[in-house]
C-alpha cells in the first residue's frame, strides 16, 4: 500500500459526459501528478500540483482540468468525455516538487461507452 | 521531445535464469532515472532512483545501473513472483518533476 488513494476504483459513464477522479496524497507529501495510461500509449504526464499551486502540465486535454485543494487532495475534472478517454488514470504523489521518488495510487478506470 | 525506449517489450525466463531489461533514454535536463514495477490492475510500485552515470543501486534480486544513454535492469535468480511489467521513465522538470515513461517489458517468471 503506497499511501495514496484514489476513488473510485471504476467508473462507467456515456460518452460526452464529466466525471471528477478523488486523489489523497500520502500524509506530509505536498505534490500531486495525474498519469494517464492506455494500451498504446503507456503512462503520460497530465499536470503537477504542488501545495495548491499549478506547476507543470503535460499531455492534457482542455477538456480536462484538476486542482489541489487547501487539504492537498487532488481532483481530476474530464468533461465531454470520448470514448478514447477510456484509461487508467493514476494520481501520485511526493514529499517535494522535484528530485525525490514519486508513489502512485492504484489508479481508476474509466470506461466510456 | 523527450524519449524513452525499453526493450525487449516482452521477455519470459525460467525459475532462476538471470538476465537484464534495457531503458534507452534521451530525455532533456534529466534529473533522475525512475524504475518502477507494475502488476495487473495496480499502480507503479517505486523500485529504484539513479542519479548519475555509474550508479547502481539493488534491492533483493535487483540491480539497476545507469549510463549517460541507458539503464539496465538485472534480475538474478528471478523467482516466480518477480513476474511482472517493469517501467523505466526519466524525471526532468524545473519546479515540476515530470516522468517520462517508456512502455515496460512485461517478464513472466516460468517455474
Known amino acids: 500500500d503506497s499511501g495514496v488513494t484514489q476513488t473510485p476504483k471504476h467508473l462507467i459513464t456515456a460518452t460526452g459526459q464529466r466525471v471528477t477522479l478523488r486523489c489523497s496524497p500520502r500524509?506530509?507529501?505536498?505534490?500531486v501528478y495525474w498519469y494517464q495510461q492506455s494500451l498504446d500509449q503507456g503512462l503520460q504526464f497530465l499536470i503537477h500540483y504542488y501545495n495548491g499551486e499549478e506547476r507543470a502540465k503535460g499531455n492534457i486535454l482542455e477538456r480536462f482540468s484538476a486542482q489541489q485543494f487547501p487539504d492537498l487532495h487532488s481532483e481530476l475534472n474530464l468533461s465531454s468525455l470520448e470514448l478514447g478517454d477510456s484509461a487508467l488514470y493514476f494520481c501520485?504523489?511526493?514529499?517535494?516538487?522535484?528530485?525525490?521518488?514519486?508513489?502512485f495510487g492504484q489508479g481508476t478506470r474509466l470506461t466510456v461507452v | 521531445e523527450d524519449q524513452v525506449t525499453q526493450s525487449p517489450e516482452a521477455l519470459r525466463l525460467q525459475e532462476g535464469e538471470s538476465s537484464s531489461l534495457n531503458c534507452s533514454y534521451t530525455?532533456?535536463?534529466?534529473?533522475?532515472l525512475f524504475w518502477y514495477r507494475q502488476d495487473p490492475g495496480k499502480g507503479p510500485e517505486f523500485l529504484f532512483t539513479?542519479?548519475?552515470a555509474g550508479e547502481e543501486k539493488e534491492k533483493e534480486r535487483l540491480k539497476a545501473t545507469l549510463t549517460k544513454k541507458e539503464s539496465f535492469l538485472h534480475i538474478t535468480a528471478p523467482k516466480p513472483e518477480d513476474s511482472a511489467t517493469y517501467l523505466c521513465?526519466?524525471?526532468?522538470?524545473?519546479?515540476?518533476?515530470?516522468?517520462?515513461f517508456g512502455k515496460g517489458t512485461k517478464l513472466s517468471v516460468i517455474p
Open positions: 521513465a526519466g524525471g526532468s522538470g524545473a519546479g515540476s518533476y515530470q516522468l517520462t
Open positions: 539513479l542519479y548519475s
Open positions: 500524509s506530509g507529501d505536498l505534490s
Open positions: 530525455v532533456s535536463g534529466l534529473r533522475g
Open positions: 501520485a504523489s511526493s514529499v517535494a516538487p522535484g528530485g525525490t521518488e514519486a508513489f
